[in-house]
């Protein structure tokens, strides 16, 4: 019986399952099947045995990435990093979303969102050239700005503590777009009859956003930082690759894992190290969404992912 109505579902909903088919394809090909390859993490690899035909390793691979001093550094740095992400990155764009929506003039409008979103689609290659024109000590426009001003040049290129709010600020400017019109398109599906309701009570503007705007942007809110949440533990390789480089002055405040095991890989070779830095960093992960998912079902089980 429940076989012949699976058939009869897969015949009444064909058309729908054939256009799911490619995402399905999609994440088969090119997450789960790679999963066979966290077996490498366990084992001594060499380029003849393969996969599959290396010497088990047991977990020696996370053994050494552990003892190296680097794990808690890496993990630490990518963790601090994407919650600032997640906090500085969420609040400009909700920010930027209502003043979008408050502000008059449809050109003004249209105008503000090409500018704001035209930095997502600049590729991190050019961002880090840029950044790299803006703040070289003998050649940028800042330091050159300074030396015209009669001040002392800042070497930020060999100066840690400068990056983080680098970093922060040039991810906020890269996001503020994309995150403005999805939090834009939140807010204008929320029903009119609300604000005008508000305004017949006397609510000035600031009240509204308060009362209402804010207040059916939660549901939003929550379910876009669960999905940034999840990948707390990866860093945007190539964010800190093209802004950072392979300049070891700075790896204290910026080496997160994915630049780590980029860099293990290529000057140590070791792929069994790498993997299980790898499969550490996919854990963590998992765990963290978990534990954040179970919070929200515990606060709201109708906001929760599952």
């Known amino acids: 019986m429940r076989l012949r109505r699976f058939w009869d579902d897969l015949a009444r909903y064909k058309i729908l399952l054939l256009m799911l088919a490619p995402a399905v394809l999609f994440y088969l090909i090119f997450a789960y099947l790679p999963m066979a390859g966290i077996v490498i993490a366990f084992k001594r690899y060499d380029y003849i045995g393969g996969i599959f035909g290396s010497a088990w390793n047991g977990l020696d691979n996370f053994r050494f990435f552990f003892e190296s001093g680097d794990a808690w550094r890496v993990t630490r740095n990518t963790a601090l990093y994407n919650i600032a992400f997640i906090v500085v990155n969420n609040l400009l764009q909700i920010f930027a979303a209502i003043l979008l929506?408050?502000?008059?003039?449809?050109?003004?409008?249209?105008?503000?969102?090409?500018?704001?979103?035209l930095p997502y689609f600049i590729s991190w290659v050019v961002v880090g050239a840029i950044a790299y024109n803006l703040l070289n000590y003998d050649i940028g426009t800042v330091n050159a700005l300074l030396r015209g001003l009669g001040?002392?040049?800042?070497?930020?290129?060999?100066?840690?503590?400068?990056w983080p709010f680098i970093l922060i600020a040039v991810s906020a400017w890269k996001t503020l777009g994309y995150g403005t019109v999805m939090y834009l398109a939140a807010i204008t599906g929320i029903d009119t009859e609300m604000y005008e309701a508000a305004e017949i009570d006397g609510a000035n503007i600031f009240q509204r956003v308060m009362k209402v705007t804010i207040p059916n942007l939660y549901p939003t809110v929550?379910?876009?930082?669960?999905?940034?949440?999840?990948?707390?533990f990866r860093g945007d390789f190539g964010m800190f690759y093209n802004m950072i480089g392979n300049n070891g002055l700075l790896f204290s405040s910026t080496d997160v894992i994915d630049t780590y095991v980029f860099r293990s890989l290529i000057t140590s070779n070791?792929?069994?190290?790498?993997?299980?830095a790898g499969v550490f960093q996919s854990v963590l992960g998992f765990a963290t969404i978990m534990l954040v998912n179970y919070a929200v079902r515990r606060y709201d089980r109708d906001r929760a992912l599952f």
């Open 270 to 276: 070791d792929i069994g190290m790498s993997a299980a």
């Open 151 to 162: 001040l002392e040049p800042i070497d930020i290129y060999n100066t840690p503590s400068y």
């Open 222 to 232: 929550i379910i876009l930082v669960l999905l940034a949440v999840g990948n707390i």
């Open 101 to 117: 929506f408050e502000v008059g003039g449809k050109w003004f409008k249209k105008l503000t969102q090409s500018v704001l979103f």
